[in-house]
C-alpha cells in the first residue's frame, strides 16, 4: 500500500504570496490532519478533516486553511505568507483514531 | 503551557544495552499515547501505542510503559541498534466532542546508538 504522499516537497515564496500545498492519504484512510513544525515550536496541530468536513483546528490565525475532497485528498492553504511561517508542513492519515501515519512533509521557506 | 514534555533533549546508549525514552504529561484528559520515531529530512514514523486504560505495551523490541498516577510514560528499546538512532517524539491524543482527535508533541529527544 502507497504511503501518504506530500506535494511539493520543498517550495520557497516571498513574504505577502500565499502557498497551497497538497496531501494524499492512504487509500482507505478518511481522516487527514496537518502539523507545522518548527525549531522553536517543535510539531504543532494546524487541522484535521473526515469526510470532506474540518472536524478539529489547531490555534493557527485565519490565513492557515484546509480543505478536504470527497477522494479524501487533502490541501492547505496559507495567505498572506509571514517569515516565521517557514516550517516543515506535515500530513497525517489515519484509519483510527489512535494511529496516524505521516507523509515526508513539505518544506516551506519564506523569504 | 506544554502538555507533553520530553525533558532530555538527548540520550547517548551502547549498542546492545537499553535505551529509556521519558516523558511526562499534564492534561489527565488524554486517552492514548503514542511514541514516533523521526529521521531528518522524513516524517515521523508510527512505532507504538498504548491506551490509557492499560499500564504496559509491548512491540517486539519496544515496550512502552504508562503512569497514569504520575503522569509519566517510556518507551524501552532493548537492544538498542544503530539503526535506532533517530529523534523519538511522544505525543498525546484526546478526543473531541465532534469525535476528532489531535495529537500534541513534546519536542523529542535525539537519540545515538553508539556502535
Known amino acids: 500500500k502507497a504511503g501518504v504522499t506530500q506535494t511539493p516537497r520543498y517550495l520557497i515564496k516571498t513574504r505577502g504570496q500565499q502557498v497551497t500545498l497538497s496531501c494524499s492519504p492512504i487509500?482507505?484512510?478518511?481522516?487527514v490532519s496537518w502539523y507545522q513544525q518548527t525549531p522553536g515550536q517543535g510539531l504543532q496541530f494546524l487541522f484535521e478533516?473526515?469526510?470532506?468536513?474540518?472536524?478539529n483546528k489547531g490555534n493557527f490565525p485565519g490565513r492557515f486553511s484546509g480543505r478536504q475532497f470527497s477522494n479524501s485528498r487533502s490541501e492547505m492553504n496559507v495567505s498572506t505568507l509571514e517569515l516565521g511561517d517557514s516550517a516543515l508542513y506535515l500530513c497525517?492519515?489515519?484509519?483510527?483514531?489512535?494511529?496516524?501515519?505521516f507523509g515526508p512533509g513539505t518544506r516551506l521557506l519564506v523569504l | 503551557d506544554q502538555q507533553v514534555k520530553q525533558n532530555s533533549p538527548s540520550l547517548s546508549v551502547q549498542e546492545g544495552r537499553i535505551s529509556i525514552l521519558n516523558c511526562d504529561y499534564t492534561?489527565?484528559?488524554?486517552?492514548?499515547f503514542l511514541w514516533y520515531k523521526k529521521y531528518p529530512a522524513e516524517g515521523p514514523t508510527f512505532l507504538i501505542s498504548?491506551?490509557?486504560?492499560?499500564d504496559k505495551n509491548e512491540d517486539g523490541r519496544f515496550t512502552v510503559f504508562l503512569n497514569k498516577s504520575a503522569k509519566h510514560l517510556s518507551l524501552h528499546i532493548v537492544p538498542s541498534q544503530p539503526g535506532d538512532s533517530a529523534v523519538y517524539f511522544c505525543?498525546?491524543?484526546?478526543?473531541?466532542?465532534?469525535?476528532?482527535?489531535?495529537?500534541?508533541f513534546g519536542k523529542g529527544t535525539k537519540l545515538s546508538v553508539i556502535p
Open positions: 487509500s482507505g484512510h478518511r481522516s
Open positions: 492534561n489527565s484528559m488524554f486517552d492514548y
Open positions: 498504548i491506551s490509557s486504560i492499560k
Open positions: 497525517a492519515s489515519s484509519p483510527t483514531v489512535e494511529t496516524q501515519y
Open positions: 505525543a498525546a491524543s484526546v478526543i473531541t466532542g465532534a469525535g476528532s482527535y489531535q495529537l500534541t
Open positions: 478533516y473526515f469526510s470532506e468536513t474540518q472536524r
